[in-house]
Nanobody, 120 residues
Framework: QVQLVESGGGLVQAGGSLRLSCAASGRISSINAMGWYRQAPGKQRELVAVIRRGGSTRYDDSVKGRFTISRDNAKNTVYLEMNSLKPEDTAVYYC??????????????WGQGTQVTVSS
């Protein structure tokens, strides 16, 4: 199995910045993709950003130009740099990963979530 541990959430004023980190541990052969989702109260969980094996990225339109996803392959860690934060970015942010475990097996894992609150 793969465990994901998130850090970096918190309270920030509108216009501020936060950096989320998510470290994966386990017997990982390689990373297919890692990304960030968020879920605001009363809303469905939505994709924020994803970075794939080859380095390609995809962002939700609402965060393009403000958020940047990156990774450190040596540390099996993905980051989400969030700038120009808005109150509507307030949510629980979840890390997600799709991992190749070897032997033709893949494994999907979720982090426990980290709260991001942006005050107006």
């Amino acid at each position: 199995q793969v465990q994901l541990v998130e850090s970096g959430g918190g309270l920030v004023q509108a216009g501020g910045s936060l950096r989320l980190s998510c470290a994966a541990s386990g017997r990982i052969s390689s990373i297919n993709a890692m990304g960030w989702y968020r879920q605001a109260p009363g809303k469905q969980r939505e994709l924020v950003a994803v970075i794939r094996r080859g380095g390609s990225t995809r962002y939700d339109d609402s965060v393009k130009g403000r958020f940047t996803i990156s990774r450190d392959n040596a540390k099996n860690t993905v980051y989400l740099e969030m700038n120009s934060l808005k109150p509507e970015d307030t949510a629980v942010y979840y890390c997600n990963g799709d991992f190749y475990m070897g032997g033709g097996r893949s494994y999907e894992s979720w982090g426990q979530g980290t709260q991001v609150t942006v005050s107006s």
